[in-house]
């Protein structure tokens, strides 16, 4: 199997692209909204995802991948079934929005430790704020981010917001895959 982006591009525009008047996680104003999660809990949407992300990181696996709930929780899912199918081991972890007041209160979980390498997963990236909220409590637990791998990138400054952090972002597609211009900036 292998990751079919023209696929992925169809299952994104038939499931997950919407037109008409939305407000952000951002609060940014748009004039179309991206869905991800019908695509990434789509089952055909899953696979090419997380055979997309995999491609990405073929040759420098990192040890762990996840991001914060809930956008990030299926593509975590995806590409580590994914990673156990092609006898690759590769851990996921969730990022808590807020700490549980019970149990061992901790903003990461999952099969991590100090020092592991990980890459942080997104559905879709407009100013990056959620990933870089996720890098944060990441960085906490003593884990090392090498990178943001997104779905789709908005192209309204998220790239420089984690390159202003120091971390580089790549995605499997843009909002220009979908001959939406982005805004001038």
Do not use: N
Not at 30 to 37: G, K, P
């Amino acid at each position: 199997m292998k990751y079919d982006k023209s696929r992925l591009i169809e299952i994104v525009r038939e499931k997950g692209l919407q037109f008409g008047d939305f407000t952000l996680a951002s609060g940014k104003k748009a004039s179309y909204y991206l869905d991800c999660r019908k695509v990434s809990l789509d089952s055909e949407g899953a696979l090419q995802v997380a055979l997309g992300i995999l491609e990405m990181l073929a040759g420098d696996l990192p040890d762990a991948v996840g991001g914060m709930a809930i956008g990030a929780d299926p593509i975590t899912a995806a590409v580590i079934t994914m990673a156990a199918v092609q006898q690759k081991s590769l851990a996921g972890f969730i990022v808590r929005k807020e700490a549980k007041a019970h149990g061992t209160g901790r903003d990461v979980e999952g099969p991590v430790t100090a020092g592991q390498s990980c890459v942080i997963v997104e559905d879709v990236v407009t100013t990056g704020g959620s990933s870089l909220q996720a890098i944060e409590k990441v960085k906490a637990a003593g884990l090392e981010v090498r990178e943001v791998i997104a779905i789709v990138d908005r192209l309204e400054g998220g790239g420089a917001a984690f390159a202003a952090a120091g971390y580089k972002l790549r995605t499997l597609l843009t909002i220009e895959d979908f001959g939406i211009k982005p805004p001038q900036t």
